[in-house]
C-alpha cells in the first residue's frame, strides 16, 4: 500500500501495545472464533442503524493478512507472524462458511523471478485454500532496471497465472499504477508502470484462457487521488490497450484511507468525514473515471481500506472509522455495483511504533484484536 500525505490530520491518544504470552494469545483468538460461529452479529454493537438497516446487495469480504506494509517513509521492525493464530484470527473474521478473501501480494523485480514459485507462497495459497478461503494475488511491478522492464514483467504475469491461476480467484495486476511518488509502496514510481498494467491484464486474460481458468477473475487498482492527472490516467489506458484491454478486465479496485492519506476529509466528526469520502470515491471512479478507459461494464471494489491506530489515533477512533467506511460501500454497492470490500491490514507491524504506519491491523502485533476487529466481523456477517 502506499499514500499521499493528506491536508489535515485528526488527534486523539496514543496507544502502545503489550505483549501477551502465546497460550493466553491462542485462547483469546479461539475464543473469538468460537464466539464467531453463529454469523450473527454481537448485541452490543449493532454495525449499522436506522435507515441504513435495509435490504443490500450482499459484498465479499476479506483482508491483508499480514502486518508488514509499504510505506512512505522508511519501514520499520515487523513482529515475527504466527501462522496459526493468524489462521485463526482470519476464521473468526468469516465466521461460519462464507466467502472470504485473503489479499496477498507477490513482486516483479527481475526476470528471475518467474520461476519457480516462491515456497512461502505456494504454502500460503495451500493453507488459505484448504481451509475455504479465497485467495486474491496482487502482482506488483517493481523492476531493479532503471528504464523499467515491461516485457520482463508480462513474462512474470503469465508464468504466475500458469502456477497459480487454479486456486486464485481474484488477479490484481499492478498496484497502485497511478501513484508516482512512493517507490517502496505504489508501481507508479517505476518506468513503464502503465503499460505494464496494460499489457499484464491482456497477458492474464490469454493466459487464463488458453489453460481453461475461466473462474479467474482480472482487474487492477487505483488509490484514491483527485486531479485531472486521474482522467488522463484512465483515457491513457484506454490508448495504449483499446478494446481488448478493457475486455480483459472483469473489475477494477479502489483504494483508500480516508482520514489517512489522500484527500482531506470534510467537515464534521471522522465517521461523517469517512462516510463522505469513501462515496465521493466510489461515485468519482464509477461515473467519471471507468468510462474513460471503456469500463462501464467492470465491477468495482475496495481493495484496500483502512485506518491505522498509533499517536492522535485512538483504538474506538479507528472503529469508527471501519464502521463508516463499511457502511458506506454497503450503501453504494447496488447503485454503483461494488461488489466486495478488504480492509488493510489484520495485524499491527509493530504495536509499539511512534509511527502509524507500523499499526494499520485490527489486531496488535501479538494478535490480541483491538475493537475494530469484532466491529468487522460483525459487519461481515451482516453484509457479507
Known amino acids: 500500500?502506499?499514500?499521499?500525505?493528506?491536508?489535515?490530520?485528526?488527534?486523539?491518544?496514543?496507544?502502545?501495545?503489550?505483549?501477551?504470552?502465546?497460550?493466553?494469545?491462542?485462547?483469546?483468538?479461539?475464543?473469538?472464533?468460537?464466539?464467531?460461529?453463529?454469523?450473527?452479529?454481537?448485541?452490543?454493537?449493532?454495525?449499522?442503524?436506522?435507515?441504513?438497516?435495509?435490504?443490500?446487495?450482499?459484498?465479499?469480504f476479506g483482508i491483508y493478512p499480514g502486518g508488514a506494509v509499504g510505506t512512505v517513509g522508511p519501514a520499520g521492525a515487523v513482529?515475527?507472524?504466527?501462522?496459526?493464530?493468524?489462521?485463526?484470527?482470519?476464521?473468526?473474521?468469516?465466521?461460519?462458511?462464507?466467502?472470504?478473501?485473503?489479499?496477498?501480494?507477490?513482486?516483479?523485480?527481475?526476470?528471475?523471478?518467474r520461476a519457480p514459485l516462491p515456497q512461502w507462497l505456494a504454502s500460503q495459497i495451500a493453507a488459505y485454500t484448504g481451509d475455504g478461503f479465497k485467495v486474491e494475488l496482487v502482482l506488483t511491478y517493481r523492476p531493479k532496471r532503471p528504464g523499467g522492464d515491461v516485457a520482463?514483467?508480462?513474462?512474470?504475469?503469465?508464468?504466475?497465472?500458469?502456477?497459480?491461476?487454479a486456486s486464485l480467484g481474484y488477479l490484481q495486476v499492478t498496484n497502485e499504477a497511478n501513484v508516482t511518488g512512493a517507490p517502496d509502496a505504489a508501481d507508479g514510481a517505476y518506468r513503464g508502470a502503465r503499460a505494464?498494467?496494460?499489457?499484464g491484464v491482456i497477458a492474464a486474460r490469454d493466459e487464463a484462457r488458453r489453460r481453461g481458468l475461466h473462474d479467474l477473475r482480472v482487474g487492477f487498482n487505483w488509490a484514491y487521488q483527485l486531479g485531472r492527472s486521474e482522467r488522463a490516467f484512465f483515457a491513457s489506458l484506454w490508448r495504449r490497450g483499446g478494446r481488448r484491454f478493457a475486455s480483459a478486465v472483469d473489475w477494477v479496485g479502489l483504494n483508500s484511507y480516508p482520514g489517512t492519506w489522500g484527500p482531506a476529509l470534510g467537515a464534521g466528526d471522522l465517521g461523517s468525514g469517512?462516510?463522505?469520502?469513501?462515496?465521493?470515491?466510489?461515485?468519482l471512479l464509477r461515473e467519471?473515471?471507468?468510462?474513460?478507459?471503456?469500463?462501464?461494464?467492470?465491477?468495482l471494489q475496495v481493495t484496500e481500506g483502512g485506518y491505522p491506530t498509533g499517536?492522535?489515533?485512538?483504538?474506538?477512533?479507528?472503529?469508527?472509522?471501519?464502521?463508516?467506511?463499511?457502511?458506506?460501500?454497503?450503501?453504494?454497492?447496488?447503485s454503483h455495483r461494488v461488489t466486495g470490500y478488504r480492509w488493510f491490514d489484520l495485524r499491527d507491524a509493530d504495536s509499539a511504533s511512534p509511527s502509524f504506519e507500523s499499526r494499520y491491523g485490527l489486531m496488535r502485533d501479538d494478535y490480541r484484536p483491538k475493537p475494530a476487529f469484532a466491529a468487522y466481523r460483525d459487519l461481515i456477517a451482516t453484509l457479507g
Open 274 to 283: 469517512v462516510r463522505s469520502t469513501t462515496l465521493a470515491a466510489i461515485r
Open 311 to 334: 499517536p492522535g489515533r485512538t483504538e474506538a477512533m479507528q472503529e469508527q472509522a471501519l464502521r463508516a467506511a463499511v457502511s458506506a460501500v454497503a450503501e453504494m454497492a447496488e
Open 196 to 199: 505494464a498494467l496494460v499489457r
Open 152 to 165: 520482463g514483467f508480462v513474462g512474470f504475469v503469465r508464468a504466475r497465472v500458469r502456477q497459480t491461476g
Open 288 to 299: 467519471d473515471l471507468l468510462p474513460r478507459a471503456h469500463l462501464a461494464a467492470a465491477d
Open 1 to 60: 500500500m502506499a499514500r499521499r500525505p493528506q491536508e489535515s490530520s485528526t488527534g486523539g491518544q496514543r496507544y502502545a501495545g503489550r505483549v501477551a504470552p502465546a497460550v493466553v494469545l491462542a485462547a483469546a483468538v479461539i475464543g473469538i472464533a468460537a464466539s464467531a460461529d453463529s454469523s450473527e452479529p454481537s448485541a452490543s454493537a449493532s454495525p449499522l442503524t436506522g435507515g441504513e438497516r435495509q435490504s443490500r446487495r450482499a459484498l465479499e
Open 79 to 113: 513482529r515475527p507472524e504466527v501462522a496459526e493464530l493468524r489462521l485463526e484470527a482470519l476464521r473468526a473474521l468469516r465466521g461460519g462458511t462464507r466467502p472470504f478473501v485473503v489479499h496477498l501480494y507477490d513482486s516483479f523485480t527481475e526476470r528471475d523471478d
